[in-house]
């Protein structure tokens, strides 16, 4: 079955910091990918997603790029802040499968 | 105007009583979904409702009811509560394509006492 696996947290950074979250997945069709994020006490909301493979989605200063040949969707920001500190999940979908694949998530910590 | 409300926002209860938490979107999607995610953050998809259909049930006890009187609407009854199922709920909608957005609720925390 489709699967997504993201590497374990929490990451913790300081403000100004490089981030990578690795993201790389499982799946027998050709998925859409996202990023979504879940800021404390509240739901999960898109940060950026990828539709086709070398597509990259944007968005706040975030990054990621759909690699099909490493099956690989990793999420990158040049310079955090404190207001990013939350949790990073990749997800995949598939056309014709309406759900969401989740990975486990990623918590990141920012400190000034 | 909230996207995807679900209510309530908190919800304690004592083992063996029964449920409901309601869900509502006025994005005019298609497709709503439940998810669950337990205390380690760990989404899973529960259910995926399509114009009031039922397109996913993943596996999930049958003490679990959706119900979707319109395509606005999917509300989850619970019955028989265990502690197991204590972990935060959320509500989803899109227009149901492989690449479309979901937009969530901000969750429901139940906590089985």
């Known amino acids: 079955g489709n699967s997504v696996t993201q590497m374990e947290g929490p990451v913790t950074l300081s403000e100004e910091a490089f981030l990578t979250i690795n993201c790389t997945y499982t799946?027998?069709?050709?998925?859409?990918l996202f990023w979504y994020v879940q800021y404390p006490g509240e739901g999960l909301q898109l940060l950026l997603k990828?539709?086709?493979?070398?597509d990259k989605g944007s968005n706040k200063g975030f990054e990621a790029t759909y690699r099909k040949e490493t099956t690989s969707f990793h999420l990158e920001k040049g310079s955090v802040q404190v207001s990013d500190s939350a949790v990073y999940f990749c997800a995949l979908s598939e056309l014709g499968f309406q759900k969401l694949v989740f990975g486990t998530g990623t918590r990141l910590l920012v400190s000034p | 105007d909230t996207a995807v409300s679900q209510t309530p926002k908190y919800l304690v209860t004592q083992m063996g009583n029964d449920k409901s938490i309601k869900c509502e979107q006025n994005?005019?999607?298609?497709?709503m979904y439940w998810y669950k995610q337990d205390s380690k953050k760990f989404l899973k998809i529960m259910f995926s409702?399509?114009?009031?259909?039922?397109?996913i049930n993943e596996t999930v006890p049958n003490r679990f009811s959706p119900k979707s009187p319109d395509k606005a609407h999917l509300n989850l009854h619970i019955n028989s509560l265990e502690l197991g199922d204590s972990a935060v709920y959320f509500c989803a909608s899109s227009q149901g394509t492989g690449d479309s957005e979901a937009f969530f609720g901000q969750g429901t925390r139940l906590t089985v006492v």
């Open positions: 994005l005019g999607h298609d497709t």
């Open positions: 990828a539709t086709k493979a070398d």
């Open positions: 799946a027998t069709g050709y998925p859409s």
């Open positions: 409702y399509n114009n009031k259909e039922l397109i």
